[in-house]
């Protein structure tokens, strides 16, 4: 957790200095800056005299775990217009989520919850922001739109900031710039701010040291940065570009609590019942695997995973097992590994002592394919050639488990449709209890409603 939170705060500064970053346009040799605050203050009053402005910007996260290493890219669309119009939209990646003003109000888009919220600006921007207390990586930069707009921006820069100093000239991309380096407890970081008269920064990286104060795990290093593209100070907007439309399957809801996931069953994972994506991809050994040869053929298993994700390689062992019990049947296993080295994995395989077959996602192509927002994820992938089975987790009965629903594939059962037909009996059930709570207290309703609870409760028994 003490690690989580130091990377929280690591990626939020990360965020916001790389929010802003003007154009390389040429100007006359600027006065140089006496101090780290004098430039801060010329970069705070730079964003500030922006009528409107846009850009995206991609964070590349790359994680170095005792020789395993993974890169994580997360990409952000954002349009500003003073004085109440803004739009930070998540385009790609794991972290963040996407907030959208019209002027009046502000919907907020949270990926990971599959919910949004639609709540009055003074509540996104005062002190009563119920969403600020959600992690950096859960909101990005949609939770520190003020920042975005150049309110508090040297403050936040500076802040736990033990030593700030100038480091002289670099160029970035072929644009001349200032660089700074900061220290804080555990973290050390640079930020290149553009050579001009009206400065804005250009690039941030960011690099937990490897003390104790850092948080960081022994044998894990990390670096973050930020790189900005499409900057543009003279946008044309309308009013389609700070307009919402929920994505399909979204749900509105009416505040972060109603959002939150509720205890009791979950919804099946959204490709259940669905067509299996297609794909075409490279294997660690060096040859080439299409889902096509063996789809509707044979019952196919695909597990997704990284070998820096803990879970992932608790359940490789038991996966690996299920699959082998099943290898004289017509049964087809793929581990798919998430964004990572060949020869990292490898290195990995040996020392685990582990022989599995491994298809090289290098992009998270065929994890975006298939949804695989966290893993492990497993996939199960019946001969009619749909997705029948999704495990997102490892449970310790996972080769019990698999080995059961594989065998039932291979009778030919609808796996699939006895989870859709099971979830939606318990939404029935959940909506009489519901109605029976409205109705308590009027005995004629309230016999009524459990008339209606019980036979929800029949249906999914059966």
């Known amino acids: ?129 119920e969403l600020a207390s959600l992690p950096v990586t859960f909101l990005g930069p949609a939770g520190k739109v003020p920042a975005l707009m150049g309110e508090g921006l040297k403050k936040l820069i500076l802040d736990g900031a033990s030593e700030s100093k100038l480091a002289g000239e670099e160029e970035i991309d072929g644009v001349a710039c200032w660089k700074c380096e900061f220290k804080q407890e555990g973290l050390n970081s640079q930020l290149w701010v553009t050579k001009a008269d009206h400065p804005l920064p250009r690039r941030v990286v960011l690099v ?36 919402f439309t929920p994505p399909e399957g979204v749900r509105q809801a009416d505040s972060l609590q109603d959002a939150m996931p509720k205890p009791g ?12 994506p297609t794909f075409e991809v490279d294997v660690l050994d060096g040859e080439a695997f299409k889902l096509e040869d063996v789809l509707g053929k044979k019952v196919v298993m695909l597990d997704f995973w990284a070998t820096w994700c803990g879970p992932c390689v608790a359940a490789l062992p038991e996966i690996s097992a299920a699959a082998e019990e099943m290898k004289e049947k017509d049964v087809v296993f793929y581990t798919v590994n998430l964004r990572e080295e060949p020869e990292a994995v490898k290195e990995f395989l040996k020392e685990q002592e582990l022989d599995v077959p ?5 992009e998270g192509e065929i994890g975006d394919l298939y949804k695989a927002e966290a893993i492990p994820q497993t996939v199960l992938i019946g001969k009619d050639g749909r997705v029948q089975v999704v495990h997102v987790g490892f449970g310790g009965d996972a080769k019990k488990k698999l080995i059961e629903e594989m065998t039932a594939l291979l009778e030919g059962k609808e796996l699939a449709q006895e989870t859709l037909d099971k979830w939606e009996a318990e939404q029935k059930k959940a909506e009489a209890e519901e109605e029976a709570e409205e109705s308590e ?14 036979q929800a409760e029949v249906e999914v028994e059966q």
């Open 208 to 243: 937990p040291d490897d003390s104790s104060k850092s948080g960081m795990p022994k044998g894990m290093s990390l670096t973050a940065q930020i790189d900005i593209v499409n900057f543009n100070a003279e946008p044309k907007f309308t009013d389609e570009d700070f307009k």
């Open 265 to 276: 069953p979950q919804p099946p994972h959204e490709l259940v019942g669905k067509q299996a």
């Open 358 to 362: 491994v298809l090289l996602d290098a």
């Open 1 to 129: 957790m003490k690690y989580a939170n130091r990377f929280s705060v690591t990626l939020a500064m990360a965020l916001l200095l790389g929010s802003f970053l003007c154009s390389p346009t040429a100007y006359a040799e600027p006065a140089a800056p006496k101090s780290v605050d004098e430039l801060l203050d010329r970069v705070e009053q730079s964003i500030k005299d922006l009528p409107a402005y846009s850009f995206d910007f991609d964070i590349n996260i790359n994680v170095d775990a005792n020789g395993s290493k993974q890169s994580i890219e997360s990409e952000f669309d954002v349009k500003i217009e003073r004085p109440s119009r803004w739009a930070v939209i998540k385009q790609s990646g794991p972290f963040g989520a996407t907030s959208i003003s019209n002027g009046k109000e502000e919907t907020v888009y949270l990926p990971m919850l599959k919910a949004y919220i639609v709540r009055p600006l003074a509540e996104a921007t005062g002190e009563n922001n």
């Open 441 to 454: 207290g009027d005995d004629a309703e309230g016999e009524g409603a459990d008339v209606e609870v019980e």
